[in-house]
Nanobody, 125 residues
Framework: QVQLGESGGGLVQAGGSLRLSCAAS????????MGWFRQAPGKEREFLAG????????FYANSVKGRFTISRDNAKNTVYLQMSRLKPEDTAVYYC??????????????????WGQGTRVTVSS
């Protein structure tokens, strides 16, 4: 079992930056591939970025490639999502998720075993 908790959300102007954090507790953090998703009102949950347990591989959705960066610090049991050049359409609740298959980055939300409670990001125009 692993527990996840996101932080770092808030209100930011378009063009600005935010860094989200997701702290994990429980079993060995490096055993989990991690993903970031978001869900806007009335829309399905959307994959944004994923990283393998070792941190050696990452994968991004086209919608955020070049603007968002995922990273992890296994010593701190934390995964990050650095977001830059934010747009109003990035407004959503952002979630981190963990999958026990540490070398596979899934883009499908149903493949992830554990989820955080989400943190809200609002980008004003």
């Amino acid at each position: 079992q692993v527990q996840l908790g996101e932080s770092g959300g808030g209100l930011v102007q378009a063009g600005g930056s935010l860094r989200l954090s997701c702290a994990a507790s429980g079993r060995t953090f490096s055993s989990y591939a991690m993903g970031w998703f978001r869900q806007a009102p009335g829309k399905e949950r959307e994959f944004l970025a994923g990283i393998t347990g070792s941190g050696g591989r990452t994968f991004y959705a086209n919608s955020v490639k070049g603007r968002f960066t995922i990273s992890r610090d296994n010593a701190k049991n934390t995964v990050y999502l650095q977001m830059s050049r934010l747009k109003p359409e990035d407004t959503a609740v952002y979630y981190c998720a963990a999958d026990f298959m540490s070398e596979i980055i899934w883009i499908t939300s149903s493949k992830y075993d554990y989820w955080g409670q989400g943190t809200r990001v609002t980008v004003s125009s």
